[in-house]
């Protein structure tokens, strides 16, 4: 489809899941509360529920078992090598000058700006504005459709409305919102919204049916907005002359350590656990036997003081992160890269992001940093980013940039002595081989996956007792199985507390195993469903006579008889375990 062609009105193609329903459905069921929530919240932090925190405890040992007990399911690297991680937990405070090394104190920016009148506040880089070109303008004919994004970059067009809209989903929202709105006069019908590129323009046409108006949905930038911020109208009020200047702002939180609290005593929370893996490398490399190729594990939390927290824990100000550093000659960097960035998207298809609401995007030659040589982003559709994507993990080639940095800070030897490369001596040995090692990084966020497994889970079915369920898969789902007694009698209770506590000695460590004796039996079906419970067990009249029970499927409701003594291994092999 090209600009010019118009688009259906729909915003997302998946209106079924709305993320309000999904919010309601994590509060009610224990997953994710605000943080706070008795003082009214505070923006950006998020607590886990019982659900929730089984779910995402189930989630970071998924990664840890994948990852570094058993990395790439025992599965050979390139040219057949083993795969080997292990593991470090770093602190979150760290020396200062780790966080000056690794260009975090100097470059972890945000541009910021706000509005005077209202008070709000927004990231400089989401504001979009609407450019519109009179059609007697040069560039109104569609072969120069290009020239219309340049004079719009170039500031000769001012905007006439801006947005915040941080990705594509937004930016349809904005034009939904756009033609409610009186542009004197303008018709928007023919609407059209385009991803561009990588600059991720958003373009389309009003009017067109006539040809007499074009206009231009596009991110502002920079530099304009440094340069005309006094006419650009607020995206709160419509009105120009309330924005500020774009300010930088380093998203680092600051701490004091130790009592007097003065400048010097300055420290700041982490904003990623990859840093402290990087300082800790020599001392893994001195006090283990791992050789390279290597990984080092660290999961933990991450603060970054995000200008704008939004999409309920996406863009949070406290987080989780999940982070490999994996180590390798130069000379199979690449290879590794490959290799990881495959692995990792198999791996988030393997817990139940399957179909096409996952992508692994690479990114362009133009958009990499200058030591890398590949980065690759695992990419969900959640429901506020549809149609478009939002990044659950990225995957990046990051060269020798880390441990030369600290290196250089540090002063101390970072490289690495490889005795199984080099020159061969007269006795046919290699004699060794000193380099410093180039870097894959998997960095995965624990958050988001789980809002993403939540959000893929989530699933609506008016015919059922639970019209609202979770389809999560067992290896993640917090309970993992529930045992009901029909009637609360006649030795019924007795065998259902007994295969409860079974089931508990045997499973604890995945989730917990629930029993539940309250109401109609399709009541607790329907509470299991809404917590993602998989599988259900009924003990009823029958099973004081012949020793089976009813086992009932969540995704299905299908139901079978199953030998009570079989109960336990039909679980293991779903399970996993
Ligand atoms: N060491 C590289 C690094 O930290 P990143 O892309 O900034 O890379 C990795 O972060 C992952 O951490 C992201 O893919 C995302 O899942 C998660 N993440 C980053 N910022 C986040 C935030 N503000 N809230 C929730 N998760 C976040």
């Known amino acids: 489809m090209t600009a010019a062609e118009p688009k259906p009105e729909s915003v997302s ?67 057949g090598q083993r795969v080997r991680c292990v593991p470090v937990e770093t602190c979150i405070i760290q020396h200062p000058k780790v966080w000056e090394a690794s260009g975090h104190v100097g470059g972890f920016n945000d541009p910021m700006v706000d509005d005077k009148e209202t008070k709000q506040r927004f990231r400089a880089d989401h504001l979009v504005g609407l450019f519109v070109v009179p059609a007697e303008n040069q560039y109104i004919d569609k072969a120069k459709r290009p020239g219309i994004r340049k004079a719009a970059l170039s500031g000769q067009l001012a905007p006439v409305r801006s947005f915040i809209a941080s990705n594509e989903s937004e930016a349809h929202l904005a034009l939904q919102e756009l033609k409610k709105r ?24 009003m009017d067109s049916a006539r040809g ?25 009020t419509g009105k120009a002359g309330s924005l ?11 701490t004091y350590v130790g009592a007097t609290a003065t400048e010097s005593d300055i420290a700041y929370m982490r904003p990623e656990t990859a840093q402290g893996v990087f300082v800790q490398f020599k001392n893994v490399v001195d006090t283990t036997r791992v050789k390279i190729p290597f990984g080092i594990g660290n999961t933990g939390r991450s603060f970054r003081n995000e200008v704008t927290p939004r999409n309920f824990t996406f863009r949070s100000r406290e987080f989780e992160q999940a982070e490999l550093e994996f180590f390798c000659h130069p000379s199979e960097s690449v290879e590794w890269y490959q290799f990881w960035r495959d692995f990792r998207m198999e791996w988030w298809k393997s817990i139940g992001l399957a179909g096409d609401n996952l992508i692994l995007r690479e990114h362009e030659k133009d958009e990499l940093s200058h030591y890398s040589q590949g980065t690759s982003d695992v990419e969900y559709r959640f429901p506020f980013t549809a149609p478009g994507f939002g990044e659950l993990e990225g995957i990046a080639h990051r060269g020798c940039f880390d441990l030369t940095q600290h290196q250089t800070h540090s002063k101390q030897k970072m490289e690495y002595f490889d005795a199984s490369r080099g020159e061969l001596a007269p006795n046919g040995q290699p004699k060794g081989e000193w380099y410093m090692p180039h870097c894959i990084e998997p960095a995965a966020g624990l958050d988001r996956g789980a809002l993403a497994l939540i959000c893929e889970a989530y699933t609506k079915d008016e015919s059922r007792a639970s019209p609202e369920f979770l389809k999560l898969h067992p290896r993640l789902a917090p309970i993992k199985a529930a045992v009901f007694p029909l009637v609360n009698k006649d030795g019924m209770p007795e065998i259902a507390e007994k295969l409860h506590a079974e089931l508990t000695a045997k499973f604890w460590r995945q989730g917990s195993i629930e029993m539940d004796e309250k109401q109609s039996i399709g009541k607790r079906y329907a509470r299991m469903d809404e917590a993602g419970c998989p599988f259900c067990f009924t003990v009823d009249g029958d099973t004081v006579k012949d020793q089976t029970v009813t086992l009932r499927d969540r995704d299905t409701g299908a139901q079978q008889r199953m030998a009570l003594d079989k109960v336990a291994s039909f679980l293991s092999e779903k399970l996993g375990a």
Not at 17 to 42: H, N, P, T, V, W
Not at 219 to 234: A, D, F, G, K, V
Not at 244 to 254: A, E, G, I, S, V
């Open 212 to 236: 007499q108006m074009h206009g231009l949905l596009v991110q502002i930038p920079m530099r304009i907005l440094e340069q005309t911020h006094t006419t650009i109208p607020s995206p709160f």
């Open 182 to 205: 009186d542009l004197g006069g303008l018709d928007v019908r023919a609407a059209h919204v385009q991803i561009d590129g990588s600059e991720s323009w958003h373009a389309f046409d």
């Open 244 to 254: 500020t200047p774009p300010r930088q702002f380093n998203l680092m939180f600051k």
């Open 13 to 79: 193609p998946n209106p079924a899941k709305s993320m309000d329903a999904i919010m309601a459905l994590c509060k009610r069921r224990g997953f994710i509360y605000q943080a706070s929530e008795i003082y009214g919240g505070i923006n950006g932090f998020w607590d886990y529920g019982p659900l929730g925190a089984q779910l995402k405890k189930n989630l970071r040992d998924a990664w840890w078992q994948d990852m570094i007990m058993n990395p790439c399911w025992g599965r050979s690297g390139p040219g």
